[in-house]
């Protein structure tokens, strides 16, 4: 599951909110963005809370994954005028399998991130850090803005990642919710399935949410 709670909604009575979409969607992963109170949103969610640092807070179900010790991290990407950005990870393990989860927030086309190539330059910085993690299976979720990235030469975070051999797994249709903006990808060694726009609870993007499996081998 991927879900920008948007940040305002943290001191207007919505985090209850947020934390019933996260409860009622019943995904073993959450990426999120713009979270403002990750220790709230973990209470108001029943999920537990994955990484203090780095923000774009994920949290997950300990009874559908666990999370590997010591695998937790996170990297600064380049900012915009709004806020720091980085790209989170963990690995979590299910049954015999592990596998990696990155989550994201992908700046606007302004400050460090004035170029247009920037969300390329992000695609191939995210892809160095997944072989340095040992590859293998791994999901991403986050919002990607991909309007930041129009007219690139070095094409978007999308064209870069599905070079590589990743996927578009589901992208918000939105209307609730912005457009287009939150995406999910995995790599090739996952199906995915049943991707949908989860609603909005209350916030102004779109929970989504896919079903991923591994592929035999």
């Known amino acids: 599951m991927s879900y920008n709670t948007e940040y305002r909604g943290y001191w207007d009575g919505r985090l209850s909110d947020f934390g019933n979409k996260i409860r009622e969607v019943n995904a073993a992963i959450v990426g999120t963005q713009e979270c403002q109170d990750k220790d709230g949103l973990a209470q108001a969610s029943g999920y537990t809370?994955?990484?203090?640092?780095?923000?774009?807070?994920?949290?997950?179900?300990?009874?559908?994954?666990?999370?590997?010790?010591?695998?937790?991290?996170?990297?600064?990407?380049?900012?915009?005028?709004?806020?720091?950005?980085?790209?989170?990870?963990?690995?979590?393990?299910?049954?015999?399998?592990?596998?990696l989860f990155f989550n994201t927030h992908l700046p606007h086309n302004h400050n460090e991130a004035s170029s247009r190539n920037t969300h390329a330059r992000i695609a191939q910085q995210l892809l160095r850090k997944y072989e340095e993690?040992?590859?293998?299976?791994?999901?991403?979720?986050?919002?990607?803005?991909?309007f930041a990235s129009n007219g690139a030469s070095m094409g978007s975070l999308e064209d870069n990642l599905e070079r590589a051999g990743w996927h578009k797994a589901y992208q918000a249709v939105g209307n609730p919710g912005y457009v287009g903006l939150d995406k999910i990808f995995a790599t090739a060694h996952w199906r995915s399935f049943n991707g949908r726009d989860r609603g909005t609870g209350r916030s102004d993007h779109p929970a989504i949410s896919v079903d991923l499996t591994l592929k035999a081998d």
């Open 133 to 146: 993690l040992g590859a293998g299976p791994a999901i991403l979720t986050g919002d990607m803005n991909p």
């Open 49 to 99: 809370l994955v990484n203090r640092d780095g923000g774009n807070n994920m949290f997950y179900n300990p009874n559908k994954v666990t999370l590997v010790d010591g695998s937790v991290g996170h990297m600064s990407i380049p900012r915009d005028n709004y806020a720091a950005r980085t790209i989170v990870w963990a690995k979590f393990r299910v049954n015999s399998s592990e596998f």
